[in-house]
Nanobody
Framework: EVQLVESGGGLVQPGGSLRLSCSVS????????MGWVRQAPGKGLEWVSR????????TVADSVKGRFTMSKEDAKNTMYLQMNNLKPEDTAVYYC?????RGQGTQVTVSS
């Protein structure tokens, strides 16, 4: 059974940084596309980033380009989302995904 567990969310002031982690088990790490999506209050899911299956280079959405970076650590079966220069509009529940499987989410709140 594929399991995804996110961590690292929290409350941060505008301009601050957070790093989200997603621990993956039950699947060969890297065998499927992986990435992050988010859902802001009252809005639908928004794709944030991805690393293709078998790949190592990430792609991020235009809305976070230059501020967010996705990476992975194969030895730890873990993916990360480094978020810098956070803005109030980044407030959302962030979910990691592998293939069609999604984690339970971690809340990120950007507020002064």
């Amino acid at each position: 059974e594929v399991q995804l567990v996110e961590s690292g969310g929290g409350l941060v002031q505008p301009g601050g940084s957070l790093r989200l982690s997603c621990s993956v088990s039950g699947v060969t790490f890297g065998s499927s596309v992986m990435g992050w999506v988010r859902q802001a209050p009252g809005k639908g899911l928004e794709w944030v980033s991805r690393i293709p299956s078998g790949g190592s280079s990430s792609t991020v959405a235009d809305s976070v380009k230059g501020r967010f970076t996705m990476s992975k650590e194969d030895a730890k079966n873990t993916m990360y989302l480094q978020m810098n220069n956070l803005k109030p509009e980044d407030t959302a529940v962030y979910y990691c995904y592998v293939g069609i499987k999604r984690g339970q989410g971690t809340q990120v709140t950007v507020s002064s």
